[in-house]
């Protein structure tokens, strides 16, 4: 007895064709607010997906960092670093961590012969290549057993280097370094930014680092007396998933250095990525709720439009409940056409949406990222809206009494 | 004996504000299969009251109606729909087809609420608006025929689900004598195939047509209800 679905879908598409105008009217606010839901949401996207390349690129989800936290409260006066007797400590105990690294550093003159040049230097761990990304491309770096011997060994900055030797091997050489001897076993790999790497003379941000050599951090605690105070440790766990594990373990293990005082702050990566993630959503969460406003005075358009309908339709409603219609039918029919505004409106504020983000995105250099879960959510959205607002109207419509109806001029 | 409709002392008591209005005090009206009657009576004797209670658009305040074998006044509003989609044609005088459909999908309107499936729906009335002689016409809107052709497409829409009784309200109220008469000999070539036909009328003339005429008066049947 009931007409079907298509049937109600074919009279609603009817009824949307024949009112064509005020259709089109009636869907403004409609594909405002969806084309602002997605503009909005893919904005934030492409913010996170900007974050989660910029952390990748320092290091990865997997990296943690352990370093001086200035806000604790330190009544005992606990030394706020580390001594490097407690960095082999800390290493011993997070055998799991894939890599380990803590630096010092020393400034002095180096001297080859009749040349003299000033470098800073960085005493490491032989990890140090791997946190940095950089590494000797000539001869070695540095290896575990430096770290156990201190050998007197150093890798020279490129720039150091060229001041030191011109275009000779310096491989197997020996420096002079605050009246020690050290053996040049490599050196770094020159590091530019910009197109002109050929030229020396540029400006090159990244020439201070050219200017580093880097020697074992045991050489320079042992053999030059440096003092071995080491505010940073940087460790990188197998994954972004053991990391937050080790992340806790290390946090004990600082902890238990400092008898329970919060000294030091240990940060994971992935802990920080997973914080941003909760933001954005968070962000996410209220821009689409700013967003829904222009869809629900879309919905109060779209009900007074469809009262007004329902009003200038009632002999309609009169006849077609003359000829057997069900109150039910009724109500489908103008549900159904009120989803069916909406649901249009939904697909023009997607389509002018994701062309928006396109072309405006493009125009200001900005990452934005549209996937499909959007798309979905604002079509679903769209016709929540429709279903709300029409039901009010609908049932008004299904309430009509016949012989009234037909009277209706 | 046997009935169609059978109504016994239906009232209908309007209740407007401190007055209760009393449109039908008591019909009685027996109306056998196959029978074309007339109701007659002066506006505001209660006729259409009448008629929409017959139609089961409107239900009685007292009283029991009985069509087809089956007590009504106490039908759900599904239910009522559902007899007024197959049990029931209704003919009114202003034609009440759909504007912005074509005649097609207006003849079709009756038989997709019955559920019928779009290839059956648009056969049976491409075949019922060809016998009244409007083939030509089936993707035309109604304001673009006349008014003799509007009654007839209306009429289509009535009879296409075999209803039980047809309803005509005045049904040449808004024709010219011509197509008036035409309409009229369609009722009457109805009437020959065994429908069951009851038309209001206050026209004495048109009335006449009917194998009988109720006569209605002060909200009650004066005269004629009586089967031959």
């Known amino acids: 007895m009931a007409i079907s679905l298509t049937e109600s879908i074919q009279i609603g598409f009817q009824d949307f064709w024949t009112r064509k105008l005020r259709s089109l009217v009636t869907i403004v606010g409609i594909v405002l607010g969806t084309m602002s839901i997605i503009v909005i949401l893919s904005l934030v996207n492409g913010m996170n997906e900007e974050t989660m390349k910029w952390m990748t690129e320092r290091g990865g989800l997997a990296k943690i960092t352990i370093s001086n936290n200035w806000e604790a409260k330190n009544p005992l006066n606990l030394p706020n670093y580390f001594s490097y007797k407690e960095i082999l400590l800390i290493k011993s105990l997070v055998p799991e961590a894939e890599v380990f690294n803590a630096n010092i550093y020393l400034r002095s003159n180096f001297k080859y012969g009749e040349n003299t040049t000033f470098s800073r230097t960085i005493g490491a761990f032989p990890d140090y290549e791997l946190v940095e990304e950089w590494t000797a491309d000539r001869g070695r770096f540095i290896k575990n057993f430096d770290i156990t011997e201190s050998s007197n060994v150093i890798v020279l900055g490129n720039t150091i280097k060229e001041e030191l030797f011109g275009s000779k091997n310096p491989i197997g050489k020996t420096v002079t370094v605050r009246g020690q001897q050290l053996q040049v076993i490599g050196v770094m790999k020159y590091r530019f930014i910009g197109n002109s790497g050929s030229n020396l003379f540029s400006d090159n941000p990244f020439e201070y680092m050219n200017r580093t050599s880097i020697m074992p951090i045991s050489t320079m605690i042992n053999k030059f007396g440096q003092r071995d105070a080491i505010d940073e440790i940087t460790i990188r766990a197998k994954s972004a998933e053991d990391a937050v594990a080790l992340k806790n373990k290390l946090e004990d293990i600082v902890l238990n250095l400092r008898r329970g005082y919060g000294i030091f702050n240990v940060v994971s990566a992935q802990e920080e990525a997973e914080k941003m993630k909760q933001s954005s959503m968070m962000f996410k969460i209220i821009f689409f709720f700013i967003s829904s406003i222009s869809l629900i005075v879309g919905g109060i358009v779209i009900m007074n439009i469809m009262l007004a309908s329902v009003q200038e339709r009632t002999r309609e409603i009169g006849i077609r409940l003359a000829v057997g219609a069900r109150r039910f039918d009724i109500f489908l029919q103008f549900l159904i056409q009120s989803i069916m505004i909406t649901f249009v409106g939904g697909i023009i504020g997607v389509l002018t949406g994701v062309s928006i983000v396109k072309h405006v995105g493009a125009f200001l250099n900005t990452n934005t990222v549209v996937d499909v879960t959007m798309i979905y959510i604002a079509l679903i959205v769209s016709v929540g809206v429709g279903l709300i607002f029409g039901i009010f109207p609908s049932i008004k419509a299904s309430n009509l009494d016949p012989v009234e109806a037909l009277r209706y001029e | ?228």
């Not at chain 2, 074998?69 to 049990?87: C, D, M, T």
């Open chain 2, 1 to 228: 004996m046997d009935y169609v409709i059978k109504t016994e002392e239906i009232k209908k008591v309007y209740n407007m504000g401190a007055v209760d209005v009393h449109a039908l005090r008591s019909a009685n009206v027996t109306i056998a299969p196959g029978e074309f009657v007339s109701i007659m009576g002066p506006s505001g004797s209660g006729k259409s009251t009448l008629m929409h209670i017959l139609g089961c658009l409107d239900s009685p305040s007292d009283g029991k109606y009985f069509l087809d074998g089956e007590e009504v006044s106490s039908f759900s509003k599904n239910k009522l729909a559902w007899i007024r989609n197959i049990k029931i044609g209704f003919v009114f005088q202003t034609f009440n087809l759909l504007p912005h459909l074509n005649i097609l999908k207006n003849v079709e309107l009756p038989l997709m609420y019955a559920g019928k499936r779009a290839s059956l729906r648009n056969e049976i009335a491409t075949d019922l608006l060809t016998r009244l002689g409007l083939g030509d016409r089936l993707h035309h809107k109604p304001s673009e025929l006349s008014g003799g052709q509007r009654q007839r497409v209306a009429i289509a829409r009535a009879v296409v689900n075999n209803p039980a009784i047809i309803l005509a309200d005045e049904p040449t109220g808004n024709l010219d004598s011509q197509s008036g008469n035409d309409i009229l000999s369609i009722f009457k070539e109805l009437h020959q195939e065994k429908n069951t036909i009851i038309m209001v009328t206050h026209d004495k003339n048109i009335a006449k047509i009917a194998d009988r005429i109720i006569m209605i008066k002060d909200g009650e049947v004066v005269d004629g209800d009586i089967t031959n």
